[in-house]
């Protein structure tokens, strides 16, 4: 079903949010909800999480939320259960997934169909971890459809899912391969005698090493490894149709000649290149620390970094066992990692959605993203999307409030099939306010709400001038608005 607004909700429950976004303090626009989440983030300490709000972070970094479903099985496992089975899913079924592309018939030449496809992917999969990992790589390793034609992103994009946890050099080898990174980065046109070097600088400054660890000439004598790499086009292309390029390497445009790179001199190719940048100390440390950022915090200690690099560097670069590190480590579940990044538009979307259990055919989620700031396959520039607080303007915090809007309202099927969110907690917790609120806290917050929010929360819900069906409705919303749930 298609998700149904109510124009009224934000009107109805204005005031209540004026007091509740700042904990009863008044509404002062986006900069003070700012100053909420820059609170939260920076002064948290490095102790260990409660046990109670442990499963929903780790289900929140390794996934988009815990769906009610997903709680009934990870719960039980435990932490080392649910890490192992997070990190361990190609033999995890994961039927609605598999049957989408059937059910919809998606046109993967259309970019709205691309986006909301993979929207769908992170909502209702079973493999919560395959689905983040494969952001993790587009927001590193980018192209965009500004450039790139969409069918040549969904090919990019499955190759991310497949190779999600594999070796950080087969991931890298596997791009500069890749059609699309091949024309957001003109490699396609990289010919002997005259080498493009875009490709060969944004490898190493963005994608594997960072600025600083190579020279101009390194970036030459890169680019000359990787002449050769071509594209095959279909003689009649038609517009709209799924008919991406493949990769062929084109012998007679490759520069054979001696190279010397990065203190190396051989007759390189671009996978020699490549295992020569995975092999130092500044590309194992930068992917490191790009890992820990994405599911812990920023600015690692540099002991957390050397002993990632070294579980990284014994077992051969690979991404998995790195995460896995990650996912056990102390500075994961402590309280400097709680809430400590805020979500991106495609999080917040989708983990609002996961966490409550509520189900969607997706249709008008991309047309959401926009406005909040992000456009799944279309990041602003080669480096990405900045993250962080550049996600929050007036603007952006406004899209958000209003998605919420949205949701709170949606006629979508809720957990057990349910018409509303009115009927879903209705059957919860009957006419109890005060459940209800306990019951949007659990799913929405682990549990983990301030005295003063949850009194105003619970005053809201108590108000009897409006219909059960208003409050919880504007009570969800309200929900959905607290900064604590902007943080990830």
């Not at 008919?243 to 190279?259: E, I, W």
């Not at 069906?469 to 504007?474: D, H, S, T, V």
Request: charged share 15%.
């Amino acid at each position: 079903m298609a998700i149904k607004p109510s124009p009224a909700l934000s009107e109805q429950v204005s005031n209540q949010r004026r007091q509740l976004l700042l904990g009863g303090a008044g509404l002062l626009g986006v900069s003070a909800a700012v100053a909420v989440l820059t609170r939260v983030v920076l002064t948290t300490q490095a102790e260990t999480l409660p046990e109670s709000a442990q499963m929903g972070h780790l289900l929140r970094r390794a996934g988009f939320g815990a769906s009610p479903q997903d709680l009934a099985i990870f719960r039980p496992l435990g932490n080392q259960g649910a890490i192992d089975r997070l990190t361990n899913y190609e033999s995890i079924p994961n039927p609605v997934v598999d049957k989408m592309e059937q059910l919809f018939a998606f046109n993967f030449a259309n970019l709205h169909d691309l986006q909301r496809w993979w929207l769908l992917r992170m909502l209702f999969t079973t493999r919560p971890l395959e689905e983040r990992m494969t952001l993790f790589w587009h927001e590193l390793l980018t192209s965009a459809v500004a450039k790139v034609r969409p069918d040549s992103l969904y090919v990019q994009n499955q190759f991310f899912r497949k190779h999600a946890l594999d070796t950080f050099p087969t991931i890298l080898k596997g791009i500069s391969r890749d059609p699309a990174m091949m024309v957001w980065l003109d490699l396609q046109t990289n010919r002997k005698g005259h080498a493009n070097e875009n490709f060969a600088r944004e490898l190493m400054e963005l994608f594997s090493m960072g600025v600083g660890n190579y020279t101009e000439q390194d970036v030459r004598e890169s680019a000359r490894a990787f002449t050769g790499y071509a594209l095959r086009y279909s003689r009649r292309p038609q517009p709209g149709v799924f008919d991406p390029p493949t990769f062929f390497f084109n012998v007679r445009q490759h520069d054979d000649g001696p190279k010397t790179f990065l203190g190396q001199t051989g007759n390189f190719i671009g996978d020699d290149i490549i295992d020569i940048i995975v092999a130092t100390p500044a590309s194992q440390h930068y992917i490191c620390r790009r890992l820990f950022s994405f599911f812990a915090y920023s600015d690692p200690d540099p002991s957390v970094l050397s002993r990632l690099t070294r579980v990284y560097t014994a077992s051969k670069y690979s991404i998995k066992a790195v995460v896995q590190a990650i996912l056990t480590s102390p500075e994961f579940f402590s309280t400097k990692a709680y809430r400590a990044t805020i979500k991106s538009p495609t999080e917040y979307i989708v983990s609002s959605l996961r966490s409550l259990g509520m189900i969607t055919e997706g249709n008008i989620l991309p047309n959401f993203m926009p406005a909040m700031g992000q456009m799944l396959f279309n990041p602003p520039n080669v480096a990405g999307w900045p993250g962080g607080m550049s996600w929050l303007n007036s603007g952006t915090w406004l899209a958000r409030l209003n998605y919420a809007n949205v949701i709170a309202a949606s006629q979508v099927a809720w957990p057990s099939g349910f018409a509303s969110v009115e009927a879903w907690l209705h059957s919860q917790v009957g006419d109890n306010v005060a459940g209800a609120v306990q019951l949007l806290s659990a799913h929405l917050l682990d549990s983990q709400i301030g005295a003063q929010q949850e009194a105003v929360l619970t005053a809201y819900a108590s108000d009897s001038s409006r219909t059960t069906e208003e409050r919880f409705r504007g009570l969800t919303y309200l929900m959905l608005a607290l900064p604590e749930f902007h943080l990830s």
